[in-house]
């Protein structure tokens, strides 16, 4: 069946029938010239499609801590993914600087072509772009097994690691990065040099408030209380017991990261 279109002057010819995510859909075909024909696809507001879609993606991609889209088409299959994945956010990349974009940050992409790739450039606000942003975690620990076993852990989850093997380097690595360089100190305790309290004390009294407000959490063998408050009382987050347990550890990230 053809239906004239005798303002533009194409045509509408039957459907072209798909299978997507299981779920059948027929695309009307627009006539563009006297040979050619191209289906008209329209997802972003057919939701049984947009969350089928969205179930088979989240099976084939590795695991995540959020989803960037540009907008505007992506928009509605991200927000499905994050719900679905149980994350709290994604972020839309914006094809202009917005006016209610605050600090807005520029970042420059690739679109891989069938021939060449072509560059643009996007948009995000200051707290999206933030919010993306690698997790620096710097683990201060004189014991080599000990660091290699929490970097592999740490690397394995997303992290990107950097260590120090007393508190003195620690303080340095500190002053020496950009400001907001690491998101956490992860401090072992007892170093030559200098301990893990009074590096801690020594972060603290940075003039850079960025810096000295990094989370700083103390790993240590000493498991009683008075260990506890004498990390909380030099300036430490929180207490994890050596040999630290997986699973209590990824549980003091995320309380400190989020």
């Known amino acids: 069946m053809i ?65 960037v889209t540009e907008e505007i088409q992506g928009i509605s299959l991200a927000y499905a993914m994050t719900l679905l994945a149980e994350k709290d956010r994604f972020v839309v990349a914006r ?46 620990d004189d014991n080599d097994l000990n660091r290699e076993i929490a970097i592999t852990l740490l690397e394995d989850e997303g992290f990107t690691v950097e260590y120090a093997v007393n508190g003195c380097e620690a303080v340095e690595k500190i002053m020496d990065a950009p400001s907001g360089h690491y998101q956490l100190v992860l401090m072992d305790v007892q170093m030559p040099v200098m301990n893990g309290y009074e590096a801690t004390k020594a972060i603290r009294r ?27 009382r030099s300036g430490m987050n929180g207490h994890l017991t050596k040999p630290v347990e997986i699973d209590k550890l990824f549980e003091a990230l995320d309380e400190v990261l989020s």
């Not at 069938?114 to 707290?127: A, V």
């Not at 408030?209 to 408050?229: G, Y």
Request: aromatic fraction near 8%; proline fraction near 4%.
């Open 95 to 140: 094809k202009s600087a917005k006016a209610y974009m605050d600090d807005v940050v520029a970042i420059q992409v690739v679109e891989h072509g069938e021939e060449e790739d072509h560059y643009k450039r996007l948009y995000l606000s200051k707290d999206d772009a933030e919010y993306i942003a690698d997790k620096r975690i710097l683990l201060v």
């Open 206 to 232: 940075l003039n850079d408030p960025t810096r000295a407000q990094v989370p700083i959490l103390a790993m240590t063998a000493d498991a009683f209380e008075e260990d506890r408050q004498k990390a909380l």
């Open 3 to 67: 239906k004239d279109n005798s303002e533009g002057g194409f045509k509408m010819k039957k459907y072209h029938e798909v299978e997507i995510a299981g779920l059948k859909r027929q695309l009307p075909l627009y006539q563009i010239d006297e040979e050619t024909w191209i289906p008209l696809f329209i997802a972003y507001n057919d939701v049984p499609l947009i969350q089928a879609s969205a179930a088979e993606l989240l099976k084939k991609v590795p695991d995540f801590d959020c989803i």
